[in-house]
């Protein structure tokens, strides 16, 4: 079972990396997000492997990180999600974004990647919201995000996220100023004083 590859691109195609290594050359299908982080043809790279055996076949799969191949394969355990389409998503979204919008429960975030519909990002925010890696980048509240997504947040927090919402900024762009002026403003803030942190947290 391949792992690691370290080696150097020979040639990057439209879905897969073909990598050198010690002189045997070995064809990665990749998302676009991981293609476009390799280089180009004569530079090293390591990519993180999934390996996939079939009757007919065996398919190598990388990654640049091993989060992100836990992703692909935590994707694929949602009924309808394959290989393909798992790729896709991480052609489009970053893992912190997927962990982003299952913890929101943005559908439609997650439906912005090709062949994702809408019944599709349903099941996934629904099945993995209690799956999904605990990680978001940094400063972010994911649990904070969760109560959002159930509707079960404070009606402070609510309606602070909801007035930086209707200013123009995206639900995951307001959730995390709001959480941010949270621990700043300490529990019991009242949603004028946290918007208005919120607002100095999304100048910043």
């Known amino acids: 079972m391949i792992g690691k590859l370290k080696g150097t691109i020979e040639e990057i195609g439209e879905d897969y990396a073909l990598v050198d290594v010690?002189?045997?050359?070995?064809?990665?299908?990749?998302?676009?997000?991981t293609l476009s982080k390799l280089g180009s043809a004569g530079e090293a790279c390591i990519?993180?492997?999934?390996?996939?055996?079939?009757?007919?076949q065996i398919r190598l799969f990388g990654f640049t990180t091993v989060l992100e191949r836990e992703w692909f394969n935590?994707?694929?355990t949602v009924q309808g999600i394959g290989a393909k389409v798992a790729l896709a998503l991480l052609s489009t979204l970053t893992p912190a974004e997927l962990a982003n919008a299952i913890a929101l429960q943005d559908r439609s975030a997650v439906s912005r990647a090709p062949g994702v519909g809408p019944k599709v990002a349903?099941?996934?925010?629904?099945?993995?919201?209690?799956k999904a890696?605990?990680?978001?980048?940094?400063a972010i509240n994911i649990g904070l995000k969760q109560e959002l997504g159930e509707g079960v947040a404070s009606a402070p927090v609510a309606d602070?996220?909801?007035?930086?919402?209707?200013l123009g900024y995206s639900r995951d762009q307001a959730a995390n100023a709001v959480a941010a002026a949270m621990k700043s403003?300490?529990?019991g803030a009242d949603s004028?004083?946290?918007?208005?942190?919120?607002?100095?947290?999304?100048?910043r």
Do not use: W
């Open 47 to 56: 990519l993180f492997i999934e390996t996939y055996v079939r009757e007919d």
């Open 160 to 166: 602070a996220v909801s007035a930086l919402t209707n």
């Open 22 to 33: 010690h002189g045997v050359c070995y064809v990665a299908y990749c998302s676009a997000r």
């Open 192 to 203: 004028a004083k946290l918007i208005r942190l919120g607002l100095k947290e999304l100048s």
């Open 74 to 76: 935590l994707l694929q």
């Open 185 to 187: 403003a300490g529990d």
């Open 122 to 130: 349903m099941r996934i925010v629904t099945e993995l919201k209690n």
């Open 133 to 138: 890696p605990a990680f978001a980048g940094e």
